[in-house]
């Protein structure tokens, strides 16, 4: 394992995010904030407890998913289309590196900073709601299962882009609305049967429960089914990833 | 800019053993164009190799492959034993690549791109010797300066010093002069040669032919992919290269005298001057035996030039007798 090399790319990879501070940590916090202003304080004062919990500490944990997914997805495909972009992917590419290390590298910081951002969101959560997480052992295993896998998807996603469109394509159109129909800010017992029965088609439902289970003990679905479509996201991506090195797609000629 | 110092890799360059070997080496890109076809080459240790060759000839596409950017199609390439495939780590470790197009990073300062350069090639931290490095290449008083704020002369040397981050014994300069004022090229030559002096293997392509000739010991010349010479420089220039004599007749001729046919010569339209070419490879020019039969035809002559011929007409003779 070259260690030097991964510790290289891993701190440069921090630096940009410490450099970016605003973009990258207040910018969400902010965002986060808001969601609690107007979900928790403005309308969730008006909707009943929700398997006796609070809506504003219900949502905590959909809201930490949401920019959990949507970061990790956003830290790893920028971190690895922007060389491309710049032409400076040139060193990468000729560097005594193997692809495992490339790819724990950059997976590695992406993931370090949504985990970092989901902690900071649960801290400002905790201002504005009362916060209760009955098995924290699980929420940290969720938090690192979650920004590690969708870290791949967006490493996925940064090979694939070769314009910024593309690069937003994916996190704005297709993870942000299955967050938010995955039962982020509502449990699906609320909807009626066709909605209920087709929300359990939305992968980042099980996401969403089992983080929320690791808070307060209850879930739309089960924990152990939870975990399970985590871990298959985690294997589509790894196998994705590694075809991706294997073949040389958009990264080699 | 300062000069590279000799270091102890200098004590074990051995001018004429091989460091880089290519065999049989093709590369066929999924659009379906042939850019490399079958090439066959060896760079020797502590030499500076200018590969030449026209736009699209495959000289960018040779460094790529070398350097493990572009996947070969067929063939083999070795760095000093390693071969680029299998043991691509410590083959790869001993290279630093140039680019031709000035690819860097914006906001990173100077000091922490050539530290992350080192780091990914797998180098331990070393301040002392990426400061040494900066100060060859008079970047040490930029070193805290973001990349986005230096000149285009200063992001080539910034390219260099990356490449240099991590200790190579082969250098890729791609085009490294594309683009440079005249004092920034000359500086450039000084630096190639300095670091061939430390022991640092130099490939370079160029579109200067000049600067082949200035630098280079070797010459390579490839065209529509294949190699089509490789040559010592002087041998080269030697073999291919043309001389010529211009006499400036103090009477003009109509035309040449029979007597002078076996020379060859060549009249101007005016008839003023008469020029006769040879070869620089012959022993005998018969400069002398001409200018005493001149001189027995009564043809006298006030001033005499002669050229030789510069790469640039070898090279340009090459490639258009493809």
Partial sequence: ?253 | MQHFEDTKTRAIVRPMQTIITIKNLSKTYASGLQALKHINLDIRRGEIFALLGPNGAGKTTLISTICGIVRPSEGSICVDGHDIITDYRAARSMIGLVPQELTTDAFESVWATVSFSRGLFGKRPDPGYIEKVLRDLSLWDKKDNRIITLSGGMKRRLLIAKALSHEPQVLFLDEPTAGVDVNLRRDMWQLVRSLRNSGVTIILTTHYIDEAEEMADRIGVISNGEIILVEDKVELMHKLGKKQMTLLLKQPLDRVPPELNDYRLELSADGGELTYTYDTQSERTDIVTLLDDLNTLGIRFKDLQTTQSSLEDIFVSLVRGR
């Fill in chain 1, 1 to 253: 394992m070259n260690l030097y090399s991964i510790r290289a790319i891993y701190h440069f990879e921090m630096a940009r995010t410490w450099r970016t501070l605003l973009q990258s940590i207040v910018s969400p916090v902010i965002s986060t904030s808001l969601y609690f202003v107007v979900f928790g304080s403005a309308i969730g004062s008006r909707i009943s407890e929700i398997d006796g919990i609070s809506y504003g500490a219900f949502i905590v944990p959909g809201l930490v998913m949401l920019s959990l997914l949507t970061q990790s997805i956003s830290n790893a495909s920028f971190g690895i289309y922007f060389p491309k972009f710049t032409g400076t992917i040139y060193e990468l590419l000729s560097a005594p590196i193997s692809y495992l290390e490339i790819v724990v590298s950059y997976i590695g910081a992406a993931a370090t900073k949504s985990i970092l951002l989901g902690l900071i969101i649960l801290v400002t959560a905790s201002v504005f709601v009362p916060l209760r997480i009955d098995h924290p052992g699980w929420m940290f295993v969720f938090l690192v299962l979650t920004a590690v896998t969708f870290s791949l998807f967006g490493f996925i996603i940064g090979i694939w882009a070769d314009n910024f469109e593309k690069l937003q394509f994916v996190p704005m159109l297709i993870v942000t609305p299955l967050t938010f129909l995955g039962g982020s800010f509502y449990s699906i017992d609320m909807l009626p049967p066709f909605w209920r029965t087709l929300t359990l088609f939305n992968p980042v439902l099980y996401l969403v429960s089992g983080f929320r289970w690791s808070f307060y003990g209850t879930a739309d679905v089960s924990i152990g089914i939870s975990l399970g479509v985590t871990a298959l996201f985690l294997a589509v991506f790894v196998v994705i990833v590694a075809l991706i090195f294997k073949t040389g797609y958009r990264l080699k000629n």
